[in-house]
DNA sequence: CGTGATTTGTTTAGTAGTGAACAAATTAAT
DNA sequence: ATTAATTTGTTCACTACTAAACAAATCACG
């Protein structure tokens, strides 16, 4: 990996940051490339050194987080789902804005949707209809009821302003899954 | 005013937030360049570009401020002394690091001399011994009286973790200095 | 002491960010 | 529908930041 430029990094939060921000205050159409320049504090040529336009940067910003959960469920792999889901839900705190805005009615509608195709994917490898108390269900339906329920926890908790800590999340969400996978 | 690079502007306020903070974790003899320019996360040679070392960059740094304060001393010439103490501990609160730490014990010895010494400058022309109350007092001594106590509370207010609010400090020490001047 | 490791301060060639200008495309208002 | 005003996307010459290399100075410690 031919480590990247520090002013690159530096550029690149500072606009995805601003994106954000400027997300969680007005709707994604209203927003300029200038509003982002000027709240990022960087030129706006620099924003097209990086990004075609708005959606590019949107959709790059997404992908990123994307494969950032991706790179958590890597490293969880082997862990009892009640400590694989502490990274998690740390992940989910420490980007609150990101996720309380992209889940927000007028934030990124199709966020939600690559979010539950995500999941989809890491959890796809996890069920196990072979064990005795799943016998009865097929493969998609328990899939998709895991995934579905997961979301819909991690949705609740975020645009409820995080009622517990991550620590309790992952703990119950633990119980949950090892309940039913 | 030629407008400064907004490059500059970013990488000193990272420079001089990094010393800060190293300040206020250890002695500023044990602070080396490098450790300032990974904290700021800016090359090395980038503070070369602004600073000749980092008794430079500290004396800029309390330099900077002095001047701020100037700035509002200005700005506030006109009010009465209750309004005009708000902007000013208004002032200390958002720069409590900076001032913590140049106050701490092993900060910056000189920074207490050069602020007593600011406000001295300040409140010259503001003791009027032609007063009434104060016609047995001579100039120099009330002077010394003013600045010494107003010194000694900000240096509490700040050491003490601000125990009480901007405003009500302002308040109180503008019904003080109101009382004495 | 001395000597080995850090830290310093300088230089270098290369890269990213800068503001300004521009025409083209959108948007808003009458 | 015709302006007028904004926003877009691109180009440009200039400047600041970059990492890396270097010798000199300072530090640490056996």
Redesign the interface.
Known sequence: MPKVD?RIA?SQEAIKKALIELMSEKSFDDITIQDISDRA???RGTIYLHYVDKFDLLDKLIEEHIHQMGEICESTSEMEYKDANLPWFEYLESNYLFFSTMLASKGAPSFRRQFHEFLIEEFKDEVDTSKEENQELSEDVLLQFIVTSYVGIVEWWITNGMPYSPQAMAEQVGILLERNL
Request: glycine fraction near 0%; proline fraction near 0%; avoid cysteine.
């Open positions: 520090r530096k504090n960087v030129s």
